[in-house]
């Protein structure tokens, strides 16, 4: 925090994408009101001006669309016992499949996502459900290798927007302060999906036959096709010329006041004497909507494309830029991915050798224990959403009123030891035969400490870079399912070469590396923004449509 503080007096030719004034000291110089970022104009159809209803409803059918997603990506291994046995895969097919569809995850969101930019949210939503159905029917259908394959490709093409479009709805509708809180929302979605799914879909394996899993998926995505149709409003936002961002500034401050307010507050007092009315995030802003504005008409609200001007061809090469230009782009991709393919690792590992003494667990035991993730997830989300968004309030206070993206990071250094416990703990044993119990406490706890580091993770990255996030989210995804192509295409030589309790003691060193990471950044996390800000508003320019820069500045 030190560290903060002592940058608030930089140049002011010098600027950190992401720290804005969050809390206002009013006149009477004892209390604080809350701002709003990015700021909302005086459109009544700026999805930042939605009401809380026209707000719950589109971010509900998103959650519905993820939870449906990662039901279709996840439910596979609860399968893999009949698989064997009915069309003879070998344990190879099942794990290669699983690595294709990765492929098929991280190639589809750099194919679709640059068209995010030009043709609105909808559509990607319409194409990514479209070809999960697709992919479903083939599946039930699935007689060879061939069918496995191709239908898991489909899978992961048709699921590949999903872990970056809905953090840009999240951006179109959301506010800073509430970031935290929706993306681990996102999160419980996912969770839903991938832990919860399982457990059904065991259960119908054994009552109704693996090949109804996925008709199953065929009527919820069906109907989720059809309520996005017809339910899910553009979060697209156009601005128009009298859709506008008014400033509020106070006419006196309090003598008492700490001296960056009263600074900032004669910056702003010399911007009126000037005639400069550009709003700034250091002044204090509020939502003025103008009711004489024409209102979209419904055909608008749901158009199936809300195209606008400007090139794409950029956002097919810029997201792996990004990688390596932001560190906190790196740093969420390194978590995000470490993670995401620690969980396909335990997920792929618990399908084969559950089945197996002292186990001996059927397709409904298997996905009873993906209970314990889910249930660690729940308590992950009230920590790395609600406490967080919580949290950053409180030390924006502490920082005179502004606040940055760095720290949202202190509640992540919990994860850097829980979350390696509870995969050392999954893994010993499970190669110890110990009792099953034991196995759920340390998935639990690992989903606990998922929730929680990912969240905040793509909270951190999106306060920082907000303009360019499309990019910043598919280079994160894309590098995320690089991680679990490898781990899972040499998952099966990996074990056989140094043990499967080695292999978890290993993964679990590594995830403690990377959680380790937000210490440098809540030292040096400012610096670096501040060295990258040119390049950063270049690529945000370069955007088909964004809000004005000077609202972070």
Not at 519 to 534: C, E, Q
Request: with cysteine.
């Amino acid at each position: 925090m030190k560290d903060m503080d002592s940058h608030r007096e930089e140049d002011t030719n010098f600027w950190a994408p992401g720290t804005v004034r969050l809390e206002q000291l009013l006149v009477t110089g004892s209390t604080t009101e809350l701002l709003l970022h990015p700021v909302p104009s005086s459109d009544p159809d700026d999805p930042l001006n939605w009401s809380t209803t026209r707000k719950a409803l589109n971010f509900g059918l998103v959650g519905f669309f993820v939870l449906w997603t990662f039901v279709h990506l996840q439910i596979g291994s609860t399968s893999w016992g009949p698989l064997m046995m009915e069309l003879h895969f070998t344990i190879d097919d099942l794990n290669n499949a699983v690595a294709i569809s990765c492929a098929g995850l991280a190639v589809g969101c750099m194919l679709f996502m640059p068209f995010v930019h030009k043709y609105g949210r909808r559509p990607l939503y319409l194409i990514s459900l479209t070809l999960q159905l697709g992919s479903v029917v083939w599946q039930a259908k699935t007689k060879s290798v061939g069918d496995w394959m191709g239908s898991n490709l489909i899978a992961g093409l048709g699921g590949a927007i999903s872990e970056a479009v809905v953090q840009i709805t999240i951006a179109d509708l959301f506010f800073v302060h509430q970031h935290g809180t929706m993306n681990a929302w996102y999160l419980i979605f996912t969770s839903v999906g991938a832990s919860l799914g399982p457990v059904a879909s065991g259960f119908v394996v054994e009552s109704q036959g693996w090949r109804w899993i996925w008709w199953w998926c065929t009527i919820f995505l069906a109907l989720n096709l059809v309520l996005v149709l017809f339910f899910f409003e553009e979060s697209k936002y156009i601005p128009i010329l009298n859709g506008r961002s008014v400033p509020y500034v106070t006419e006196t401050v309090d003598e008492d006041a700490p001296k960056s307010i009263r600074n900032d507050f004669e910056l702003q007092k010399s911007a009126r004497s000037t005639g400069d009315a550009k709003p700034n995030s250091l002044e204090q802003t509020q939502s003025r909507i103008d009711p004489s504005m024409p209102r979209k008409t419904y055909r608008q609200r749901f158009a199936l494309v809300t195209p606008s001007k400007g090139r794409i061809g950029h956002h097919f090469y810029q997201p792996i830029i990004v990688l390596f230009c932001f560190p906190a782009v790196a740093y969420t991709a390194l978590t995000y991915g470490t993670l995401l393919a620690s969980l396909a690792l335990m997920s792929s590992v618990q399908a084969v050798y559950l089945l197996q003494p002292p186990y001996n667990f059927g397709p409904s035991g298997v996905g009873l224990m993906n209970i314990a993730p889910f249930v660690g997830s729940c308590i992950g989300f009230f920590v790395g959403g609600y406490l967080n968004d919580r949290s950053i309030r409180w030390f924006s206070k502490r920082n005179g009123g502004i606040y940055e993206p760095e720290m949202r990071l202190w509640l992540a250094l919990a994860a850097a030891v829980l979350l390696p416990a509870g995969i050392v703990m999954f893994g010993l044993a499970l190669v110890r035969g110990v009792h099953w119990m034991v196995l759920a406490v340390g998935f639990g706890l690992f989903g606990f400490t998922f929730v929680l580091a990912s969240g905040i993770a793509l909270s951190y990255v999106t306060d920082c870079y907000q303009e360019i996030l499309g990019d910043v989210l598919v280079g994160i995804v894309f590098m995320r399912n690089l991680f679990a192509v490898v781990v899972l295409f040499t998952l099966t030589p990996w074990i056989q070469g140094m043990g499967l309790q080695n292999v978890h003691v290993l993964l679990a060193m590594v995830c403690f590396a990377i959680l380790l990471i937000p210490v440098p950044l809540l030292i040096w996390g400012k610096r670096a923004r501040i060295a990258t800000a040119k390049r950063y508003e270049q690529m945000a320019m370069r955007q088909p449509a964004h809000r004005t820069l000077g609202e972070h500045s």
